[in-house]
């Protein structure tokens, strides 16, 4: 068949078709678009992320602060902190300071969480506060440790350039009273896969989502203002967002101890 009789056929086609079908027609190429980009969406996010290495602070050549998952170009903190990349890639050490200060330093290895009740269980009487210095590591156990944190009544700090990033932040929010001091260096960036495994793009959009559910869950329920996180969701996995010290007061990140004329106001 010839191009104009083609063209005069469909164009008889289309002027006997009533306006109702039209907009079905419409609606259902758009639906089709629609699903096809999504497809070459989901494809292109699962490529790029079998391209991306998994986390694990704890590799001597891994980069600590922050992780460098693709150009490998850390942004700069604002004060560097005092303890070498090479203590803080440990897994997180707890020893009781004098004064009922327990000392947590190192990487949140999986199992950090258990190893912070049982030293709780066979110290919880002497312990007041908890002092961080962390660059962060898995969030399930960062939560679990800031829940037991507030349960017990504990204060929680980051002292005069101690690193505390990542999921660190998390922890940090269980405390009843919360001190950052002068040039502690705390930062937030989104969630990432920090396993070796590669899920596919819906399993790692679906758990990123869920992830990000329970931090800001968690941070609503530790009285923390919701700007923080919008912080980190919007900082890719290889920077760290920085907060300054007025920014982690109006986000009730830091929280001083409250007076009893405060408390009965």
Not at 231 to 257: G, I, S, V
């Amino acid at each position: 068949m010839r191009p104009s009789r083609l063209a005069s056929r469909l164009k008889d086609l289309f002027l006997r078709t009533d306006d109702g079908s039209l907009m079905r027609y419409a609606f259902f190429g758009l639906l089709l678009a629609s699903a096809a980009f999504v497809f070459i969406d989901m494809r292109e996010l699962s490529l790029a992320n079998a391209s991306l290495p998994g986390h694990d602070p704890l590799r001597t050549d891994a980069p600590v602060l922050p992780p460098a998952l693709t150009d490998g170009v850390p942004q700069a903190p604002p004060v560097q902190p005092a303890t070498p990349p090479e203590v803080l890639r440990q897994p997180i050490r707890f020893e009781l300071a004098a004064g009922g200060e327990l000392k947590a330093e190192g990487s949140i290895d999986v199992g950090a969480a258990a190893r912070f009740a049982k030293e709780i269980e066979a110290r919880g009487e002497y312990v007041k506060s908890v002092t961080l210095n962390s660059p962060g590591g898995s969030v399930d156990d960062a939560l679990e440790i800031s829940r037991l944190i507030r349960e017990r009544g504990l204060n929680t700090k980051v002292e005069t350039k101690a690193l505390c990033a990542s999921s660190c932040p998390l922890v940090f929010a269980g405390g009843v009273v919360r001190e950052a001091e002068a040039d502690a260096v705390v930062g937030v960036h989104q969630v990432f896969n920090g396993g070796q495994a590669r899920p596919t793009a819906e399993e790692a959009m679906s758990g990123a989502q869920n992830t990000t559910a329970r931090i800001v869950r968690h941070l609503e329920e530790m009285g923390i203002g919701a700007g923080l996180w919008l912080n980190a969701l919007e900082t890719p996995p290889d920077r760290l967002y920085y907060l300054t010290p007025q920014e982690m007061a109006e986000f009730k990140l830091t929280k001083q101890a409250t007076t009893t004329a405060e408390a009965a106001d």
